[in-house]
């Protein structure tokens, strides 16, 4: 342990916390709960864990922190899979895990969400009162940390981003203030939040406004398997949909290996916000590829994260076993010879390395429709002309493992592969899938970047909020 981790750590237990805060240390199993993240893969350390029990609390503990100069992350369903955590080391967890209510306001037909309440906790009362809302797809995520910076999803074509359905939060400042931030109370802080919001403060709960249900609340939901020899014919159908994507649809391609069969084999999952009837006839290409594997039903739109590729994504999002190593990025072209080249290298590297045969390529096809209908400057967003966004997700087990080194080099391989037809003129990354090495252009947008450095300089000069994706505190120009 190096000597500032070492101060950090006696600061920790040695700091007057506010009265009635309780806070926990490493060996307790109050202390594994407040902590225990999702992906154990470039994750932070902590030399102390507190789960406040209001937004005033948390306030207090930020204020406190800071006079002791003990380093901190608050944390919502711990989620996050990006390395620069891991620059936290021996700091204090803040985890936000009891504010997790969710009210609906009939009146105003809005939903206030407090910061530590997870998707599975939202959607189901959501429904309840007769509304849709948008929201990621894993179940485990928090609700208002996966959606802050953008919150794209399957449905995104129909009712949005999360970003645009945000009306106001409540947020914890760098030095302790409890603000609220919306179009009329510090607008350029709400600006700077949708799309940036790990740089600004906590939030400790949000006010979105909610959508009628579209199909009385049902999808359209199927799970398509493809064999190898017919990857040429999907990703032809795939492209099809390139510049003619139904606002109804989102889909997503997964490319996994079955060491069963000892071949690479393509999943699709097709979620459509409207009925079987106008689902089987948009989706036509699809079907028309005869997949060897076929299963389709009609859905509610909060069983969508518990189905999606085959329920996988469930059961990944809600385990710790296994590391991720998460390399991303975005496109706006369709190229079947990209698709076809990352395939087969993509075979030939899990038939190679048997350790990585539980890793998987995704590439998540969400409708833009309802995101361009929002003029480009009305939030920090910067990928809003996005028509897709792939994760190379390499698994492997244990931490001590060299295979690691080879995973990320081959997923670095493959990025650029995708990039060269992407469609962008450089890498562009949605920063809530962001890897870490990523330029801060290649995240927040060349051309939003001037804009939130300014504004990082003034609500954050001390770069207390550095941990995710941290947005540098002056330009290079």
Known sequence: ????????????????????????????????????????????SYCAAVSPSSEEEVASIVKTANAANIPFIATGGRHHFGTTLQKLQEGLAIDLSRLKNVT??????????????????????????????????CNGAG???????????????????????????KLVTARGDLIEVSESSHPDLFWAIRGAGTNFGIITSAVFKLSEPVNNGEVFYADLIYSASQKSDYFKAMQTFSDNM???LGFSTSLFFDPKTNQTNILATLIYAGSETEARKD???????????F????????????????GITDMSCNTTEGLHSIHTLNIRRFAVETYELVFDKFDEFS???????????????????????????????????????????????????QFGETANAFAKE?????????????????????????????????????RLIELKKKWDPDNVFGYCNPLPTQSNN
């Not at 990585?356 to 967003?381: C, K, M, W």
């Not at 870490?436 to 939003?448: A, L, N, R, S, V």
């Open 283 to 293: 989706l036509a290409p699809f079907f028309d590829v005869s997949p060897v594997v």
């Open 351 to 401: 038939k190679k390395y048997s350790d990585s045969q539980g890793s998987a390529i995704i590439i998540e096809t969400f409708s833009n429709h309802a995101a361009l209908a929002v003029p480009d400057d009305r939030t920090a967003y910067p990928w809003r002309n996005a028509r897709g966004n792939i994760m190379l997700q390499m698994r492997w087990k244990g931490l001590d493992n």
């Open 1 to 44: 342990m190096s000597t500032k981790a070492q101060s950090i750590e006696a600061a920790c237990r040695n700091v007057s916390w506010p009265a009635g805060v309780n806070i926990q240390y490493p060996g307790s199993s109050d202390f594994t709960n407040a902590t225990a993240r999702w992906n154990a893969y470039g994750a932070p």
């Open 246 to 248: 139904p606002s109804k």
């Open 143 to 169: 609700y208002i940390g996966s959606g802050i910076g953008a919150g794209i999803g399957y449905l995104e074509g129909t009712f949005g981003l999360v970003i645009d359905a945000l009306v106001s939060a």
């Open 104 to 137: 609906i306001d009939k009146e105003s037909s809005t939903v206030t969400i407090g910061g530590g309440a997870q998707i599975r906790d939202v959607l189901t009362p959501v429904s309840e009162a007769g509304y849709q809302i948008p929201s990621g797809a």
């Open 295 to 310: 299963a389709a039903k009609t859905i509610s739109f909060t069983q969508v994260p518990s189905v999606v590729i085959m």
């Open 414 to 450: 493959l990025r650029a592969d995708l990039f060269a037809t992407s469609g962008y003129p450089d890498l562009s990354v949605y920063v809530s899938y962001a890897y870490g090495d990523e330029t801060p252009e290649q995240k927040f947008g060349q051309h939003k970047l001037p």
